[in-house]
Structure formats: C-alpha cells, structure tokens
C-alpha cells in the first residue's frame, strides 16, 4: 500500500541549545534531517514527502536535498508556529493521497517494519500510531505529592509515524483549525471526531533527537546498526 508522509521541519529546537535548526545538526557527519529523509527516500512505497519549512530556511533545505539526492519531496510549504499548523499547511497542498504518514522528522531511527504495520493498520481501520510500553513505574503527582500508582500494563509512550486515512486526518485538522483546537498530536484531533486509534507496537530504538544528550544514544544507535550489518 502506497503512502505520503508529511515531515514538520519549522521547529525551533531551543532544548537542544545549538542556535540553529537541531535538524540541521550532525549525527555521523550528516544532518538530522537526511538521515529522516533517506528512510521514506528508500521506501518504494512512498511516493511523496512534503516538509513544512521556516521559509528563511527554505532555501539551504532545497540545497540539502539536491546534495544528499531527496528525490521525492513534493513540497515545502511555510511551517506555523505549532506542530498542528504545520502539518495542517502541508496537507492543504497534498492531492491525491489516501494513506498519509505524519513523523517527527528528528525521529531518523524508525524501522521499516513498524512503517509497514502502520500504514496497513491505517489503510485497514482509519487511524494507527506507533507507541512502545511504558518500562517504569508510573506515579501521578499532584501539587509534589504522589496520589496515585498507575498501572503500568495499560500505558504506552507515544512515537511517531502517526498513520491516517488521509481524508480522515484532513477533516479532523478542518475541525480543530475552525474552532481552535490545539492538540498535542495528529491522533488526538482525530479521537475528538469520535474514530478508534489502533497502536503498533514499536522500539525503543525510535528516539526523537531532542537534546545534546539524544546526539549521543543517536551514535551510539547507528554504530549497533553498522555492527549488525558487517555480522
């Protein structure tokens, strides 16, 4: 099953502390951004990428993709101020598409399989999101004082990709623009419409690069991955 993925590439980045786009730092001599990219790039089944883009930056991104050959961005249209904006412009351009990815582009470590699984799921139920079970004790806390244990067997940690019918994610962006809605995932716009999310479990190995200390499990990741391939 074909599919479109759609990257937010606006961020700020201000945990990470660089002053710049943490996208366009390096993780093994090669940005962020292109070790994400390259996955749906090697993906037969994408078929488009649209990133959504500071537009100061717009143009050393068009730079980045002709070096490192992104051949299947279709688009780069103006990234808002929040996630949901964002992913909201990129589909406002998309046509065509029936099966839509969004995916934290600082996320370079997703596994083919979990992308497969998803995209079925979506394609099958509507709507599916990547997860992994949550390992620790879970403690809700009120005003510094633990007030509850929370059962660890029904937690997941959310990821991305977050796969959808495409119509079903557009219309659940409609609502949430036109009444102002501000969620904190693609998935929670389409829970307000009333639809099931179906999770897929994924790994642990699926860390968003959020802080300095992200760059170093990064290289570590990629140097366990390296190893497994020359075995």
Not at 73 to 89: D, F, I, T, W, Y
Not at 128 to 138: E, L, N, Q, S
Not at 209 to 214: A, C, L, P, Q, V
Request: with cysteine.
């Amino acid at each position: 099953m074909d599919y479109e993925v759609v990257l937010p590439a606006a961020g700020s980045g201000k945990r990470m502390g660089a002053g710049t786009n943490k996208l366009f730092l390096s993780l093994a001599d090669k940005p962020i951004l292109i070790h994400t990219l390259e996955v749906f790039e090697k993906d037969s089944k994408c078929t488009g990428i649209y990133l959504a883009v500071k537009p100061e930056e717009r143009e050393y991104i068009q730079r980045l993709l002709n070096e490192y050959n992104i051949t299947k961005v279709k688009g780069l249209p103006n990234g808002g101020k929040e996630r949901q904006h964002s992913v909201h412009a990129c589909l406002k351009v998309m046509k065509d598409v029936d099966i839509v990815l969004v995916h934290d582009a600082a996320r370079p470590f997703i596994l083919q399989s979990v992308i497969d699984r998803l995209v079925e799921t979506a394609y099958e139920k509507g709507a599916a999101i990547a997860g992994v079970r949550a390992k620790d004790t879970m403690k809700k806390v009120r005003e510094g004082i633990i007030v509850e244990t929370v059962e660890r067997e029904d937690l997941w940690a959310i990821q991305t990709p977050q796969a959808f019918r495409f119509e079903l994610l557009r219309q659940a962006e409609d609502l949430a623009e036109k009444v102002g809605f501000l969620g904190t995932d693609e998935a929670m716009l389409v829970e307000r419409l009333g639809h099931e999310i179906h999770i897929v479990e994924s790994s642990y190995e699926n860390i968003k690069i959020t802080t300095k200390e992200d760059l170093i499990f990064g290289e570590a990741i990629l140097k366990n991955r390296q190893l497994k391939t020359e075995r």
